[in-house]
């Protein structure tokens, strides 16, 4: 079933702690946290090998602090092993519980998956209270897992989208509270002067690895050319960010992006009955693919669905109770619990709630 569509909250009237948030200004970077209800800032100069951040409040570890990356690929080659993870939602206590349990980071939260990948795919804003943590993770992560010759894909889900077109109805009310406090609206905290507004600018919507494709939402047989040509895909999600909804939507290039049933983003057909195991089968030869993989629709578990196909990665982090991890190693697939122990995946069934 399709949850009803969310009303708009009102910010908290206290924030205990969020940030940083990192704005670049030519040759400086300001950084501000709310710490107790009060701004604190810094400014730091960006240099060549980035600037080092320190905690304050909120995101608990130092920070290495980039210069702007380039757009992410959008086909990799096959590697030997594949971490994968979707709708965070705010849940960061949760996701790193996760993560140390299957050695993906340490006790200290730094990468620990030497050269193996990790894959999330969208959704780390809304509903939950620790969104910036766990951005500031994932972008972490990925300098890290780099470094050690891994890598960390993001992969754009609805949520980000709705978030910088300035669609607020599933913000937590402390994100609300932390914009007015800043002096901003909450899209223009990541806005594309922000570290990791111009991060989340070049990340993709559609990423292949080898066999697999990996996307929030799926690839309807309407939208199977926009896998076809994934970077042309990519770019055009990139350049629509932060776009007014309606504008997005009423803009015949960019319309079937935000299409919300067909899009890349929103698409649930593989598990409401538009689909069956021949379509699907279908898709996978017109992309010449082996499986793909997805969040968006929450399950209880990491779930296989059409003999295997299409694998369901969003296993209700959100809620704040539990989670599971994909993993894929050599074409072996299981799935990662919270107690750091590793079993079959579930078997699907079509009755998955939104």
């Known amino acids: 079933m399709i949850a009803a569509a969310a009303e708009p909250v009102a910010p908290a009237e206290h924030v205990d702690a969020d940030g940083p948030y990192v704005f670049r200004n030519g040759k ?7 710490c107790d209800d009060q701004v604190v800032s810094r400014t730091l100069r960006q240099r060549l090998r980035g600037a080092r951040l320190p905690p304050r409040c909120g995101y608990p570890h130092p920070l290495r602090l980039a210069a702007p ?14 971490v994968a ?3 965070i939602h705010g849940q960061y206590d949760l996701l790193v519980r996760l993560l140390r349990a299957h050695h993906v ?21 809304d509903r939950g209270p620790q969104v910036t943590e766990a951005f500031w993770l994932l972008y972490s992560l990925q300098q890290q897992a780099a470094d050690a010759g891994g890598a960390v894909h993001f992969v754009l889900g609805n949520h980000e989208t709705m978030v910088l077109y300035d669609d607020l109805r599933y913000v937590n009310p402390k994100y609300l509270r932390s914009a007015q406090r800043l002096g901003r609206s909450y899209p223009d905290l990541y806005g594309a002067d922000s570290v990791i507004g111009q991060w989340l600018r070049t990340r993709p919507v559609l990423l292949r690895i080898g066999d697999t494709l990996f996307l929030h939402g799926g690839i309807a047989p309407e939208a199977v050319q926009m896998a076809l040509a994934p970077e042309s895909t990519n770019a055009a999600y990139r350049a629509s960010l932060g776009r007014p909804k309606a504008e997005v939507k009423a ?6 992006l935000y299409d919300g049933k067909t899009s890349p983003i929103w698409y649930r057909g593989y598990f409401d009955g538009r689909l069956d195991a021949d379509g699907v089968q279908q898709v996978l030869d017109q992309l010449d693919l082996r499986r793909i993989v997805v969040g968006h629709t929450s399950m209880p578990h990491v779930s296989q669905f ?3 196909r299409v694998i369901a990665i969003d296993s209700s982090i959100k809620d704040g109770q539990s989670g599971e991890l994909l993993f894929i190693e050599n074409d072996q697939l299981s799935r990662g619990l919270l107690d750091g122990s590793r079993v079959p995946l579930a078997e699907g069934t079509l009755d998955a709630d939104d």
């Open 69 to 82: 990356v380039a757009s992410a690929a959008a086909v990799l080659p096959a590697v030997p092993r594949i």
């Open 85 to 87: 993870v979707s709708d």
């Open 28 to 34: 400086r970077l300001q950084a501000r946290w709310i």
């Open 251 to 256: 803009d015949p290039a960019t319309a079937p």
């Open 306 to 308: 059409h003999d295997g």
């Open 105 to 125: 980071i340490d006790a200290r939260d730094r990468w620990s998956l030497g050269r193996d990948t990790l894959v999330v795919a969208g959704d780390v804003f």
